[in-house]
């Protein structure tokens, strides 16, 4: 089992209890999503139907109760619903609307029934805009098509004698196993889209929605309801826990400044808030004879002191990634972080402008990071804690997709074998401690992060 699996609760105390039920992966209808592109995913053809959960729920299909298939598990529908672990969150997703929380948003934004809003069926459904087969039922939420791409163009050849994954492609499937493609449709609601009820605004985080955080590699193995066994990998080929976890964060940087770049990125006079740091603004205010600092200047953001900066965890944690993959990227990368973050204190088209200039550069990041063999983890951990990026973690949310990411980093060393389990659970720990360092955003303490943070990546690279 992943080690990540077994340090779940502590993640979700982290990052809010309601997090994985309400922030679902949702596969939207073309290919001109900001961050998603024709090469990345296959479009529906224009006869392709949604055909429902139970279209894959046959006993010789995916609907067994004990994983004995002998070339897929054939239990994915057990595993999809499981009632208690955030496996089945993406069953629960409907479901999750009826309960008092989100009656409660939807009454304060005056959205009316949150099971028939848009803005909530969005992701917490599958697609309803296009056609649906006869078993095509909404109180299913998050189901296997959402992800997969609607079925009607593939799902008779996907059981047919001899059907190849190309085939399924090219007929419709979404290509799950490249990184960028299954970044593309994960960040249509673990982020937001430009579509239709697939954005969370600041408008929703006021009235109860929780905070959207996202980690690729993290949540893929969360949903993985699949074995990556020889079959797998002998269509599909062998996934790169790495690669993913770095393309992801590439991606949900593309995806954030085009967003913000867009009609999005604003609220009458403000800007769309959801874009800026929470934690920059929500603190406590403080009137006594010594200030006190509620803040830290970070080396990485020129922007002046009391500005809400820009989210920037993935921007961070890129960096680090690409220093290793792709130092003049890098290089370029740091340059238009900077541009953009002095932009924000000019004018709304000049962020604009800077915004998608560095989105271009975090895209040519995602291509080369799918790419990149070879080990990696050791160095981008080092990267992570070196002098460069350690300091840039002054701010909650980045500092949350660093522990995130230092975990990642460590279970690929495990599965590649360049770490023992038994080495790697001695150094629990100190990741542990890390977590503990940002279970609660109102109690973050920078320095004591990057301390914990600093031990736990000391005590990797010895394992090197």
Known sequence: MDMRIARLTRYTRMATAGVLLA??????????????????????????????????????????????????????????????T??????????????????????????????????????????????????????????????????????????????????????????????????????DCHYGSAHAGQFVSHGMMAAGHPRISFELDLFSTLQAHHAEDGDYIARKGRSDGVA???????????????????????QGVFPEFTFFDCHSCHRRIYDQADRMMTWEVNPGRPIPAGMPPFNDENAILLLAAAKVVAPALAARLDNDSRIFHAALALDRPAAAAAALRLAGTARMLADALAN??????????????????????????????AVMAVDTLLNALVRSGRVTVGAAAGIRGDINRAYAAVRDPNGYRPSDFRAALGRATQAIGALR
Not at 34 to 51: L, M, N
Not at 102 to 120: F, H, N, S, V, W
Not at 376 to 382: G, L, N, V, Y
């Open 23 to 84: 922030l679902i992966c949702l596969y939207a209808m073309s290919a001109d999503v900001p961050g998603r592109t024709k090469s990345a995913i296959a479009a529906p053809t224009a006869t392709a139907a949604y055909q429902g959960v139970a279209s894959c729920a046959g006993s010789t299909c995916h609907g067994r109760m004990v994983g004995d298939g002998k070339a897929v598990r054939q239990d994915e529908l057990a595993r999809w619903q499981e009632p208690s």
């Open 86 to 187: 955030p496996g089945g969150a993406h069953s629960r997703a409907f479901a999750v609307l009826a309960g008092t929380r989100g009656r409660q948003i939807a009454a304060t934004l005056g959205l009316g029934d949150p099971m028939r809003a848009k803005e909530c069926l969005g992701c917490h459904a599958s697609p309803t805009a296009g056609s649906q087969g006869a078993r095509f039922r909404i109180e299913d939420g998050v189901g296997c098509e959402t992800c997969h791409g609607p079925s009607g163009g593939w799902i008779a050849s996907h059981y047919a004698a001899g059907a190849s994954h190309a085939a399924n492609i090219a007929a419709g499937m979404i290509p799950l196993e490249r990184p960028q493609a299954r970044a593309a449709v994960c960040l």
């Open 244 to 266: 993913l976890w770095a393309v992801g964060q590439a991606m949900a940087l593309e995806r954030a400044l085009t967003l913000y770049a867009g009609p999005r990125g604003t």
């Open 372 to 401: 990149a063999r070879g080990d990696m983890a050791f160095a981008i951990t080092d990267q992570i804690a070196g002098s460069a990026i350690g300091p840039r973690f002054t701010d909650y949310a980045g500092s949350a997709q």
